[in-house]
């Protein structure tokens, strides 16, 4: 079984509808994180969090909200969905913050918003 | 402002030969530096790092080089192999802040059998 799972992996919805990304770990790590990637632009932060209790904006966080509802499972909405976050959504974890931080990725989800 | 920058959008190589790939940075707070590596469809997996206080670091055909007074490091691969065809992405993590890591936008290599 995968490590990092993400589920929907793909979905379509329209303009204005609240959308739920979901993802679930069982490697043991503290840390989640959801990026967005976007043809050209790489990889780039939404929102992080180190615990349950922590949540962190990252360099993308308008337009989006995220919950931590267990050490293993970090959730990204978008609560009015636009066609210009339409893109492809890691969710990814990493452990304490030790060398060399590698950060552990799913599959991806691929939203489109029409 | 991008502070990761892979330059060459794609590469192509002939199997064998070496594949180099290239990432500058303008952040001096980097203090560690990632390569990932992915294919269609699946997630970013990670392949190599090194430490700024470092200059070279090898596992097995992958090597990564570092310039810290250019702010350059780059990514060996010898001998390509058709199987290293994926998108490789550089990463630089803020050793103050936020601790996060920042991505360039990828390169995307082929391996030409």
């Known amino acids: 079984d995968a490590d990092v799972t993400q589920t929907p992996r793909n979905r379509i919805t329209k303009t204005g509808k609240r959308i739920m990304l979901e993802c679930s770990q069982t490697?043991?790590?503290?840390?989640m994180y959801w990026y967005r990637q976007d043809p050209g632009l790489g990889l780039r932060l939404i929102y992080y969090s180190f615990d349950v209790k922590d949540i962190n904006k990252g360099e993308i966080s308008d337009g989006y909200s995220v919950s931590r509802q267990a050490q293993a499972k970090f959730s990204l909405s978008l609560e009015s969905a636009i066609p210009n976050q339409t893109a492809l959504y890691f969710c990814?974890?990493?452990?304490?913050?030790?060398?060399?931080?590698?950060?552990?990725f799913g599959p991806g989800t691929r939203l489109t918003v029409t | 402002d991008q502070q990761v920058k892979q330059n060459s959008p794609s590469l192509s190589v002939q199997e064998g030969r070496i594949s180099i790939l290239n990432c500058d940075y303008t952040?001096?707070?980097?203090?560690?530096f990632l390569w990932y590596k992915k294919y269609p469809a699946e997630g970013p997996t990670f392949l190599i790092s090194?430490?700024?206080?470092?200059d070279k670091n090898e596992d097995g055909r992958f090597t990564v080089f570092l310039n810290k007074s250019a702010k350059h490091l780059s990514l060996h691969i010898v001998p390509s192999q058709p199987g290293d065809s994926a998108v490789y992405f550089c990463?630089?993590?803020?050793?103050?802040?936020?601790?996060?890591?920042?991505f360039g936008k990828g390169t995307k290599l082929s391996v030409i059998p």
């Open positions: 990814a974890t990493s452990d304490g913050g030790s060398p060399p931080y590698e950060q552990y």
């Open positions: 490697k043991g790590h503290d840390r």
């Open positions: 952040n001096s707070m980097f203090d560690y």
């Open positions: 090194i430490s700024s206080i470092k």
């Open positions: 990463a630089a993590r803020n050793g103050a802040g936020s601790y996060q890591l920042t």
